[in-house]
């Protein structure tokens, strides 16, 4: 099946410092890319729909100020969280859109101190 | 998309088969009914789906009611490793960015020795 992946796996970083989070479609081209959150024992949730060479669409709620998303190519897609602060601490998990199907990547476990 | 009902969580005994129920009442005809499933700490793992007949591939089966209200993954002979949280997602097919998955609440399956 398609392959997902994300760097790095964890980040502990200092509050007030940002961080970067890459998510890569290895064995196909995906111009779209989803990049979910999820909090301890929560399901995820939808921060944003990162597109190829335009601009992304965040959900409401969700600061496109903070959570910078960069679509460059058709295989990578970063998500800067800026400014990081303590409650910024999650598991982000992005998704890459493979033809009708969804193919989500490990997951990046943020934790800001 | 339709909404998706599902209990919280289940147990099952190691070796047994696991039926997790998930009602759509509200399912329309062009949705398809998905299931994926989170293990601890790790991206969302596509399982199975259908429209409206049964349909089986090498980790589980799907079982669709004839109105389609509502389903049962079944999980023949689970395994410790099948201990995670499932989650049963109603949907359109689609081939674009509208491809997005909007997940509730799941339900968190212990696959016990």
């Known amino acids: 099946g398609a392959v997902v992946s994300q760097h790095p796996s964890r980040v502990i970083c200092k509050s007030g410092t940002s961080v970067k989070i890459e998510c890569r479609s290895l064995?196909?081209?995906?111009?779209?890319m989803f990049w979910y959150r999820q909090f301890p024992k929560q399901s995820l949730m939808l921060m944003a729909t990162?597109?190829?060479?335009?601009?992304?669409?965040?959900e409401q709620g969700v600061e496109k100020d903070k959570f910078l998303i960069n679509h460059a190519s058709l295989t990578l897609s970063t998500l800067t969280v800026t400014s990081a602060h303590p409650e910024d601490s999650s598991f982000y998990i992005c998704s890459a859109n493979g033809g009708y199907e969804q193919y989500f990547g490990p997951g990046t476990r943020l934790t800001v101190t | 998309d339709a909404k998706t009902t599902q209990p919280t969580s289940m147990d099952c005994a190691e070796g047994r088969a696991a039926n997790l129920p998930c009602n759509h009442s509200t399912i329309s005809g062009n949705e398809y009914v998905y299931w994926y499933r989170q293990i601890h700490s790790q991206g969302p793992q596509y399982i199975i789906h259908?429209?409206?007949n049964n349909e089986t591939n090498e980790m589980a089966s799907l079982i669709i009611t004839e109105d389609r209200k509502s389903s049962t993954l079944i999980l023949p002979h689970a395994t410790l490793r099948d201990t995670a949280v499932y989650y049963c997602i109603v949907r359109v097919a689609r081939s674009n960015a509208g491809n997005m998955l909007t997940f509730g609440g799941g339900t968190r399956l212990m696959v016990k020795p």
């Open positions: 990162s597109n190829e060479g335009s601009k992304a669409t965040y």
């Open positions: 064995d196909f081209q995906a111009t779209t």
């Open positions: 259908g429209l409206k």
